[in-house]
């Protein structure tokens, strides 16, 4: 079954430091999503991608953060200056179409600031 | 922002059980999805619901589209060992992206 595919697993970075995550979504999928879990809490959305351009963003995508679309296959998030705060699970999603059809996830990134 | 409340946050049975909980808003929702997560894993696409009175099932699990569209209902009967994790709702209003409940955390008893 196709899956969405995110490295690296784990991500330990310096307070200050950029970090580049990366996805590989389904194939044949249009829409790309990036989402966070802190810790215990839930899974909170960041940013949908469409025709290689930002669709919607959350308040907590501010000016730190950035996606791209550098090839036909990768989609990644980049924080430019993170934080302690910014510590969590990182998902990766995409979508066949949009509102007819569920998100596959990734089994995300974790990162760690420390 | 929207808010999803899920009920309950967590709860303990044993093997055999028959399981429900929901998820609320304040704000009508067009598409309701549920989801499965487990420890370190992406959540994974249970059931989508399209349409208000909309009952759909998949294996063990059924869910429910609320009349009201401002609630929708996860049913898994028989649980078994695997069960366990965390069931996310999912909400969507027309052109917008979904978003998320904090969770029913379920373990099972054997």
Request: hydrophobic residues 35%.
């Amino acid at each position: 079954e196709p899956e969405v595919t995110q490295t690296p697993s784990h991500q330990v970075t310096q307070m200050g430091q950029e970090v580049i995550l990366r996805c590989v979504p389904i194939s044949n999928h249009l829409y790309f999503y990036w989402y966070r879990q802190i810790l215990g809490q839930k899974v909170e959305f960041l940013v949908s991608f469409y025709n290689n351009e930002i669709s919607e963003k959350s308040e907590i995508f501010d000016d730190q953060f950035s996606v791209e679309r550098p090839d036909g296959s990768n989609f990644t998030l980049k924080i430019r200056s993170t934080k302690l705060e910014d510590s969590a699970m990182y998902f990766c999603a995409s979508s066949e179409g949009g509102v007819m059809y569920g998100y596959t996830f990734g089994s995300g990134t974790r990162l760690t600031v420390v | 922002g929207q808010q999803l409340n899920q009920s309950p946050q967590s709860m303990f049975i044993q093997e055999g059980e028959d399981v429900s909980m929901n998820c609320t808003s304040s704000s009508i929702f067009n598409t309701w999805l549920w989801y499965k997560q487990d420890p370190g894993e992406g959540p994974v696409l249970l059931i989508a619901l399209y349409k208000a009175g909309e009952l759909t099932s998949n294996g063990r699990l059924t869910a429910q589209f609320g009349i009201t569209r401002k609630d929708s209902f996860l049913n898994i009967s028989a649980s078994i060992p695997s069960d366990v994790g965390i069931y996310f709702c999912a909400g969507q209003r027309t052109g917008q992206n979904f978003v998320f409940g904090p969770g029913t955390r379920l373990s099972v008893l054997p």
